[in-house]
């Protein structure tokens, strides 16, 4: 399956890769851009006091969420 830039993507930041969710992580920003959905871990980013830091742009989420949001794609990328 190709990927094109109309397919439906969801990043989501769990545990460590929350840190990745700061205000200037360029990438996050292109993919926030790029109208691609991106969401945190509300947990997880409060547990390592980040809040200050993670973009509004990115969509909090609970962990009851999270499990909605991985069933809700066709794909899970884990790394």
Do not use: P, W
Not at 24 to 39: D, E, G, L, P
């Amino acid at each position: 399956m190709e990927h094109t830039d109309k397919d439906d993507v969801t990043i989501l930041f769990l545990q460590n890769a929350v840190y990745f969710a700061n205000k200037s992580n360029k990438a996050v920003s292109q993919a926030i851009n790029q109208m691609k959905s991106v969401a945190a871990c509300k947990e997880h980013i409060d547990l390592r006091g980040l809040t200050n830091f993670i973009s509004d742009k990115i969509k909090l989420v609970t962990t009851e969420e999270i499990v909605d949001l991985i069933f809700e794609n066709d794909a899970i990328i884990n790394m």
